[in-house]
């Protein structure tokens, strides 16, 4: 229990009056991830770590060993995102809460299964958080906005890099905004746009109401990060 109270205490000491960057490990450089997270460090928030099973998105994603392994590298906290199907997404929540996962989310389109691994992680200490596909809709979010940490909304298809911001994405964080604001946990749940993440959207996200983008080649592929961080910080 003591891992999970110190990843806790990493979501805790995250600033609070600004835009925290997530930085998806899906756009380092794989071959040398080690070096990457050491290039890093300072200027992410939190590594966002996603998983994929190959049928709830096209593309096969991280796993806990290789979690374990960057989990002794730094302390910046670890968000990972659970883009499985329902009968092995409870079997990959505990493997990568044991590999030293920080956050786990799962998506609104789990529905049951969903709510009961945000439970089982919650009674293990873990903190947790929900994601919603850009194509669903946001009431399907509704039974999770009591229990969860971070909400994150999809700005593009699912697992598929490189495509453009859904014109609907600033609209669906408003939206999101006020569900957590009406469930009374708006100070208390970070909202993260997540796709579609580039210089020109990123302001937009954030004046919708996003805490935390999901950058990847914004950030893995900066030719200055350092100024490029300090930019994202300043909106």
């Avoid at 999901?214 to 994202?232: E, K, N, P």
Wanted: glycine share 8%; net charge negative; with cysteine.
């Amino acid at each position: 229990m003591a891992t999970q109270t110190i990843g806790s205490a990493r979501f805790a000491s995250l600033p609070k009056d600004r835009l925290l960057a997530e930085f998806s490990l899906w756009s380092a450089d794989l071959a040398d991830l080690a070096a990457e997270v050491a290039r890093v460090e300072g200027h992410a928030d939190i590594h966002h770590i996603d998983v994929a099973d190959g049928h709830f998105a096209p593309a096969f994603l991280f796993f806990p060993d290789l979690v374990a392994r960057l989990r002794k590298l730094t302390d910046t906290p670890f968000h990972v995102h659970l883009m499985t199907t329902d009968d092995i997404l409870a079997s990959q929540a505990q493997q990568f809460a044991e590999a030293g996962a920080d956050l786990i989310s799962v998506h609104a389109e789990n529905g049951e299964a969903g709510l009961d691994v945000v439970a089982e992680l919650k009674a293990m200490g873990v903190r947790t958080g929900v994601v919603a596909r850009v194509e669903t809709d946001l009431a399907a979010l509704a039974p999770f906005l009591g229990s969860v940490d971070m909400v994150t909304l999809l700005g593009t298809r699912i697992g598929v890099k490189g495509q453009d911001l859904d014109p609907n994405a600033c609209a669906r964080l408003e939206q999101a905004g006020t569900m957590l604001c009406q469930a009374g946990r708006r100070d208390q749940v970070l909202l993260a746009a997540d796709g579609g993440i580039r210089e020109h959207t990123v302001p937009k996200l954030r004046a919708a109401g996003a805490d935390t983008v999901v950058m990847g080649s914004l950030a893995f592929g900066a030719a200055d990060l350092a100024q490029r961080i300090a930019w994202s910080r300043g909106l």
